[in-house]
């Protein structure tokens, strides 16, 4: 049988190794002091920008790595199984550009991506409101044509990397009278310069602490006419199309965090002692780690063929990207709150890092889609046949 069926090149192992060894000699030592005192993880930010994984999936024409979609979930898992907050670097500036890299013009393209590449800015990604989350559809920003000009109002919020982002991409009702809702929605690039755009309080959050979540305000927001992302009205469909790219980047994510949780458990269960020896020792904390570890395994392979289908454009990446955001984040929910438990009373207090990935992984379950909205995606996917 051929020995290259179904397998990672050398390419994405030899990525594997790099990332692992910069997260554990440059992230790792950060992420509690990052949770713990809420603070941006800057030290992964230069050390990422340093080694090209910041927004490794940018194209070679733009001055990026041209990174495949496989290999930069391998980048976000990586990072993820040392800190979350650190791994919503490369995920986000992949969210943020996605739907200028599918639907900008070139000259939007050369303008934005270039800058992202070498780390000289970030780039976040604004389509929640208030009171349009899953229904997205539902949304009051609205931006208006002023001669050679657009001009937005309105307010998003759940901003990952708020503050820190440079690039912000917009979406806005464009048209309010438009046939179907989701038809008048247009997207746009905002750049934290432009007049009338400004940044609200970091929210008070229950995990990924080292990334801010903050609101974002247009008011009279003025930006040139050429920012918009493809055509008027095209805005929700291309923020569909992103999801499928980006869906398995928080699969990833998830995976990361998952992992790290297992490794730090092993590491734990095989010195703790207990009735004269290890706990690891005990059947039952033995079938917990497989359990973990199977599970584990599982989303992993879901998620690389969620990205390979995504670089591939296959009919059914909308599933298959849903499933594998879906699975990986029950996965990583589960698994940490295992790893917890393994850890006894310890894995309850932040001396250890298993209690911060447990707060962590609960996101993956939230953003980028409820899984709520993934089944049904993936119900109406099944339905249409």
């Known amino acids: 049988m051929n020995a290259g069926v179904y397998q990672l090149s050398e390419e994405h192992d030899a ?32 050390a990422l920008i340093r080694s090209g994984f910041n927004a490794p999936h940018i194209g070679e024409r733009y001055d990026g790595q041209g990174a495949d979609a496989i290999t930069t979930c391998i980048v976000i898992e990586e990072v993820a199984r040392v800190c979350a907050s650190s791994s919503l670097i490369p995920a986000v500036n992949k969210l943020g550009s996605m739907p ?28 929640s409101e208030r009171e349009a989350g899953s229904d997205t559809a539902a949304m009051k920003t609205r931006a208006r044509q002023d001669g050679d000009t657009w001009v937005l109002n309105g307010t998003k919020c759940w901003i990952t990397n708020a ?48 990334s801010p979540t903050r609101e974002i305000y247009f008011e009279n927001c003025v930006i040139p006419g050429d920012r918009i992302i493809g055509d008027p009205g095209t805005g929700l469909k291309t923020a569909l199309r992103t999801l499928d790219h980006t869906r398995p980047t928080i699969g990833a994510q998830a995976v990361g965090i998952a992992q790290g949780s297992l490794d730090a458990t092993i590491t734990y269960v095989k010195e703790r002692k207990q009735f ?49 955001k879906c699975f990986a984040s029950d996965v990583a929910m589960a698994v940490t709150t295992d790893a917890v438990q393994l850890f006894g009373g310890a894995g309850y207090t932040r001396d250890f890092p298993v209690e911060r990935m447990m707060r962590d992984a609960k996101i993956t379950q939230i953003y980028e889609g409820t899984n709520q909205i993934q089944r049904q995606v993936m119900a109406r996917s099944l339905l249409k046949g």
């Open 163 to 210: 503050g820190e982002s440079s690039w912000y991409t917009v979406m806005a009702v464009t048209n309010p009278d438009a046939a179907k809702p989701s038809q008048g929605i247009s997207a746009f690039v905002v750049h934290a310069d432009d007049p009338g755009f400004s940044v609200g309080p970091k929210e008070r959050k229950h995990g990924i602490k080292g």
């Open 15 to 46: 990525v594997r190794e790099a990332v692992r060894a910069l997260s554990e000699k440059e992230i790792a030592p950060y992420a509690a002091d990052c949770d713990e005192n809420e603070r941006y993880p800057s030290e992964a930010r230069d």
């Open 100 to 127: 200028i890299i599918l639907s900008g013009s070139e000259e939007l393209k050369k303008q934005v991506l270039p800058s992202l590449a070498s780390g000289q800015t970030s780039i976040s990604y604004a389509l």
């Open 276 to 324: 004269g020896k290890a706990i690891a020792d005990f059947q039952g904390v033995q079938f917990m780690l497989a359990e973990m570890a199977m599970k584990i395994e599982a989303a992993r392979h879901m998620v690389y063929v969620a990205a390979a289908k995504a670089e591939r454009g296959d009919a059914d990446t909308g599933f298959v990207a849903a499933a594998a």
